[in-house]
Structure formats: structure tokens, C-alpha cells
């Protein structure tokens, strides 16, 4: 009887063991996933930062705003274009002030400024009249109370954002009811020159393609994440810019001035040099116009509001009185008593 139960003594014990590490296992591995981001880190954000701080501290800095000045400028149209004006609006990833520079004080009452890189937010100005404040943070992780601000503006920086979806859900909070966000993006047709020829040329030698070029997000995909961040009457078109260089390796240090050079995490450290010559090469051959090769630029514009109780809402489905079948015959009906008249 002793020795039968030390033996089940035994086997409780070897049970209760192997229960109580499968315990430990399973805490280990919510502690390890909890951890973890709940979206996918493509952009390094700390390398994307020290890009911009080498660029903000460039001499001939303002040689390489022609872009993003002009993509400010058409941005703070479509502000211009609703007749309001705003209390409170923030700027995420303001950058040198591009957009913040043509925003008046007849629009915008209060203009606060977020931007990671030091250099470059001390380098934003706004317009006469214009009261601004600036606040160093990164535009991925925004900090604003909720229901505070009137307006969320953004021009050409939200492209890096890892976490996108989180993002616009972070700015919809921070909107009052019946608030609006405008921004611009990079779209994913950018550059497409440029990928494409790096791509054949490290296909050519190597055998395979690595990341030269961030990705970009395509315009099907924005609409569908700012429905899902709760935007409702929305807006979003597309335009492109396409600008002539000599040649690929102009393009390229024009890039990195702007600070647009490539930050995602699985970036190549090096690019050789019988490649870049190569896609140079291929560059010129594919797409060479005018003694240069073209640039193409997408930009995608986005205008959403929060649901508001002033805003218009649709009927409810069924309650129309008029058939779109009819719709042609009561046009000529109208236009005929229109000549008798």
C-alpha cells in the first residue's frame, strides 16, 4: 500500500508539474504577443527622422521644396473652398511649414504645428495674423483631447505612417462632431519609373529585386480605412505631377533632399554601382523624354468629416418619389415648356 502511493504521490506530481509549465508557456506567450504592435512596422520611424533632420540642416535646403510647396499650396485650396472658419486645427507632419504657410488667418483662428524633426519644425512659419503654436511629437502617435480640434490638416507626410488605420482613428477622436480632415499622400503609382528600373536592373544581375523604393498606399485602400475609422462624406481624388530630370541620379539627390529617400525596415544598407548605372541605363531607355527622364508624383488628396448633427443625411431607402426610369422623360418635358414659354 506504501509503495502504491508513493507511486500515485508520484504521478500527481509529474501531472501537476507538467500542467503548471504548460501554465507558464501559455503566460510567456501572451506576455511575448501583447507586447507586440497589433499592425506591421514597415517604416523605420527613427531613420526616417534623422532623414529629415539631414535635410532641414542642408544649406541649399530650399532648393528641394518645389514639390512639397506646391502640393501645400494646392491643399490649402480645398480648405479655402469650406466656407467656416476653424478654432482650433492641428498640422501632422508639418515638415518645413509648406502648408502652414498659405493658410490664412480669415480660415484658421489657432494652427498648431507637429512635426518629429526639431530642425525642420523650428523652420515652419505660418502667415501673418495666423496664431501657431509648435509641438515636437511624432505624427504616428498624435496626443490631442478628444473632441478639440475643429480641423486636422496633413500634406505629404502620413505615406510613413506604419500604422495607418490607427492613425485616422486617433484623428477622428480628436475632431469635434462635424470636423473635417484634409491631407495629401503619396500614392502608390510614385515613382514608378524609378522602381521599375532598379527592379530589371538587380533582377539582370542578381537574379532577384530588393526594396529600393517604400511602398505606397493605393487609393482603394484609403477610402476603405477611413470608412472603417468611422469618416463619413468623403472625398478622395487623385493627381499627378510628373517632372523632368537629366537623368535617374538627379532624381535620386533630389529625393534625399526632401527627405523622401527610402526608410523602410528592409531596406538595403548599399546599392552597387554597377546597378545604379545599369538602372540609369534602363531609365534612359524605357521612359527618356526631352534629353531627360521623367518623374511621376501620385498624389492622393482625402477630405473626411466626423459625423455631425448638423450634417445632411441620406432618405431612407425606399422613400423616393420619383423613378430614375422617368427621370429622362420629365428633362424633355421640362426643356419643351421651356420653348413654348
Not at 5 to 29: D, H, P, R, T, V
Not at 296 to 307: A, C, D, E, M, R
Amino acid at each position: 500500500m506504501k509503495i502504491l502511493s508513493m507511486q500515485l504521490k508520484c504521478e500527481l506530481w509529474k501531472a501537476y508539474k507538467k500542467k503548471y509549465l504548460c501554465l507558464q508557456m501559455i503566460n510567456f506567450g501572451i506576455r511575448c504577443f501583447s507586447d507586440r504592435p497589433s499592425h506591421q512596422l514597415i517604416f523605420d520611424r527613427n531613420a526616417k527622422k534623422l532623414q529629415r533632420e539631414r535635410a532641414a540642416l542642408r544649406e541649399d535646403v530650399e532648393l528641394y521644396d518645389y514639390l512639397k510647396e506646391e502640393i501645400g499650396f494646392r491643399l490649402s485650396d480645398r480648405i479655402f473652398d469650406i466656407k467656416r472658419e476653424f478654432e482650433n486645427a492641428a498640422d501632422l507632419g508639418c515638415s518645413r511649414g509648406f502648408l502652414s504657410r498659405h493658410i490664412l488667418a480669415e480660415s484658421v483662428k489657432h494652427l498648431t504645428l507637429c512635426e518629429m524633426s526639431p530642425t525642420m519644425l523650428s523652420q515652419a512659419q505660418g502667415t501673418p495674423g495666423l496664431t501657431i503654436s509648435k509641438r515636437e511629437s511624432d505624427e504616428e502617435k498624435i496626443e490631442f483631447a478628444e473632441n478639440s480640434l475643429d480641423l486636422v490638416i496633413s500634406s505629404l507626410s502620413l505615406h510613413w505612417v506604419n500604422d495607418l488605420p490607427g492613425c485616422f482613428s486617433r484623428i477622428i477622436k480628436s475632431l469635434k462632431p462635424d470636423g473635417v480632415f484634409i491631407a495629401s499622400m503619396f500614392g502608390g503609382d510614385t515613382l514608378f519609373e524609378l522602381r521599375s528600373s532598379l527592379q530589371l536592373a538587380e533582377l539582370e544581375r542578381k537574379g532577384g529585386i530588393a526594396p529600393h523604393i517604400s511602398p505606397f498606399t493605393q487609393i482603394r485602400d484609403v477610402g476603405a480605412l477611413l470608412n472603417r475609422a468611422g469618416f463619413t462624406m468623403l472625398t478622395i481624388d487623385t493627381d499627378e505631377l510628373v517632372i523632368g530630370y537629366p537623368s535617374m541620379f538627379e532624381l535620386m539627390w533630389d529625393l534625399k533632399g526632401m527627405a523622401e529617400n527610402n526608410a523602410a525596415f528592409n531596406r538595403p544598407a548599399h546599392l552597387s554601382r554597377d546597378i545604379m548605372l545599369a538602372a540609369s541605363a534602363i531609365y534612359k531607355e524605357l521612359y527618356a523624354k526631352d534629353n531627360g527622364v521623367p518623374a511621376t508624383f501620385q498624389i492622393i488628396y482625402l477630405v473626411g468629416w466626423k459625423p455631425g448633427p448638423n450634417q445632411p443625411v441620406p432618405l431612407a431607402r425606399g422613400s423616393g418619389e420619383v423613378s430614375l426610369k422617368d427621370l429622362g422623360k420629365m428633362i424633355e418635358t421640362t426643356s419643351k415648356s421651356k420653348k413654348k414659354n
